[in-house]
C-alpha cells in the first residue's frame, strides 16, 4: 500500500476500463454430476497445481474462499477440520481464492486484517497452520468462472471420477455454536461411503466474488475520497494529552506522531490513509499528530492534502519535541514515526516507535474490535 495514491487511482482507472466482464449473472455455478474443469495455478507454497495434482484422491473437497471475507474466517477452523478428520480417508482438501485484488475496496475490508492478494494469503495460510493447498485465482479468474462459485466460502465436493456430488455451504450458521446442520461433511462422508448425498446442492451465504469487472467500484471509492475535506488544527500539550487518554469515547484510536522531514514517516504515511479508509466504519479513528516547526504548518497541510487524510490532523504549536514526546506517549524515546494504539480510557494495545508493521496493527484493531460472527448478522 505503499504508493502514492494518485497513482493507484490512476492505474485503477486504467485497470477498471480493461476489465473483462464477469459478473454474477454471467458466471453459472457448475451442475450436478458435471466433470471438474482442469485447471492450472499457484499456490501459496510456491507450487502450481492442476486437477491431475490431485488424481489419488478419493473425493476433491474445493472450498472457494478469501482472505477478507469475516463469513469465510468465520468457518475456517471447521474447514480445516474437514481435512483434520478425512485426510486419512482419501479425501483431499483445496482452498481457493476466487478473488480479484484489484476489486476489493478498501472500505469492504474493514472486518479483516487482510486482503486478497497471493502474499496475503501465504500470511494466512502460515498463521493459521494450513498444511492442505491454497490456490490463488485472483489473477485471470479463469478457473472459477468454469467453477461458479456465488460467495465464499462455497463448497464444492467431487467424487472419484472428478464429478460433482455437492455444492453449497459448510453448514448453516457462521457461527459454531449455532449451527444444525453439516451438509459439506455430510456430503464427503456419502461420497466416501458410495451413498447417494442426500442433499445435493444449498444456496450459500457470505461474501460476493470479487470479479473483475468490480474493478470500477474502487476506482469510484478513490475518485470519492479524494474530495473529502483535509485540514490541520493547532494542538497544545494539554490537548495532545486528552487524545492519548482517549476518555469518554467509544472508538479505538490510532494516534500517529510525524513530520514532513521524516522519511519512514512520508513513506508510511499512505498506509495511515488506508486503514482510515478501511476501519472507520467502525468504531475507530485515526489522528495524526505534526511535529513540524509552527512555522512550517503550510508545508504538513499540503502534504496531508497530497496524501488525501481526511483523517483528524493536528499540528503540535510548540517547538518543543520533548514537550510533545512526554504528552504523547513517556515510553517514547523520541523517534520519528511514533504510533500508538488506544483503547477508550486510554490503554495501549499497540506500540511502534519507527516504521509500524501493517498486518500486526491490522491484527491489533481487528482484534480489538472483535470477531465478525459475534457482532453483527451478514456478510460484506
Known amino acids: 500500500m505503499r504508493s502514492a495514491i494518485a497513482s493507484v487511482l490512476a492505474l485503477l482507472l486504467v485497470l477498471a476500463a480493461r476489465a473483462p466482464a464477469a459478473d454474477a449473472a454471467s458466471v453459472p455455478t457448475l451442475a450436478t454430476f458435471a466433470k471438474a474443469p482442469d485447471f492450472d495455478l499457484p499456490g501459496v507454497d510456491g507450487k502450481r497445481y492442476t486437477l491431475a495434482s490431485f488424481e489419488k484422491a478419493k473425493v476433491l473437497v474445493l472450498v472457494f474462499t478469501a482472505n477478507h471475507c469475516p463469513t469465510a474466517q468465520a468457518y475456517e477452523d471447521r474447514i480445516a477440520k474437514l481435512h483434520t478428520d478425512f485426510a486419512s480417508r482419501g479425501v483431499q482438501l483445496v482452498l481457493v481464492s476466487p478473488n480479484d485484488p484489484?476489486?476489493?475496496?478498501?472500505?469492504?475490508?474493514?472486518?479483516?486484517?487482510?486482503?486478497?492478494?497471493?502474499?496475503?494469503?501465504?500470511?494466512?495460510?502460515?498463521?493459521?497452520?494450513?498444511?492442505f493447498p491454497y490456490l490463488y485465482d485472483g489473477e485471470t479468474e479463469s478457473m472459477s468462472r468454469q467453477y461458479g462459485p456465488v460467495a465464499t466460502p462455497h463448497v464444492f465436493v467431487f467424487d472419484a471420477e472428478r464429478k460433482?456430488?455437492?455444492?453449497?455451504?459448510?453448514d448453516d450458521n457462521e457461527n459454531p455454536a449455532k449451527a444444525t446442520t453439516s451438509e459439506a461433511r455430510d456430503a464427503i462422508e456419502a461420497v466416501l461411503r458410495g451413498r447417494p448425498v442426500q442433499v445435493e446442492t444449498t444456496k450459500v451465504f457470505g461474501c460476493s466474488v470479487k470479479w473483475s469487472d468490480k474493478r470500477g467500484s474502487v476506482a469510484d471509492g478513490f475518485a470519492k475520497w479524494a474530495l473529502e475535506p483535509v485540514a490541520l488544527e493547532a494542538i497544545d500539550e494539554a490537548g495532545v494529552k486528552a487524545q492519548v487518554k482517549n476518555e469518554g469515547g467509544k472508538k479505538l484510536r490510532l494516534v500517529n506522531v510525524w513530520a514532513t522531514w521524516c522519511g519512514p514517516c512520508v513513506i508510511e504515511f499512505p498506509d495511515l490513509v488506508s486503514l482510515h479508509r478501511i476501519y472507520r466504519g467502525r468504531e475507530f479513528e485515526v489522528v495524526t499528530v505534526n511535529a513540524d516547526d509552527p512555522e512550517k504548518r503550510d508545508k504538513a497541510l499540503e502534504f496531508l492534502k497530497a496524501q488525501q487524510a481526511s483523517t483528524r490532523n493536528y499540528a503540535f504549536d510548540k517547538g518543543d519535541p520533548y514537550a510533545l514526546i512526554e504528552a504523547v506517549d513517556p515510553k517514547w524515546q523520541g523517534a520519528l514515526p511514533h504510533t500508538i494504539l488506544v483503547a477508550p480510557g486510554g490503554e495501549v494495545i499497540y506500540r511502534s516507535e519507527a516504521a509500524f508493521d501493517m498486518h500486526e496493527l491490522r491484527r491489533r484493531i481487528v482484534g480489538w474490535l472483535?470477531?465478525?460472527?459475534?457482532?453483527?448478522?451478514?456478510?460484506?
Request: glycine fraction near 14%; charge should be positive.
Open 370 to 380: 472483535g470477531r465478525y460472527y459475534h457482532s453483527t448478522p451478514g456478510g460484506k
Open 102 to 131: 484489484l476489486a476489493l475496496r478498501l472500505d469492504e475490508q474493514g472486518w479483516t486484517d487482510m486482503g486478497d492478494t497471493l502474499e496475503e494469503m501465504k500470511i494466512r495460510a502460515r498463521d493459521r497452520g494450513w498444511s
Open 164 to 170: 460433482l456430488r455437492y455444492a453449497g455451504r459448510v
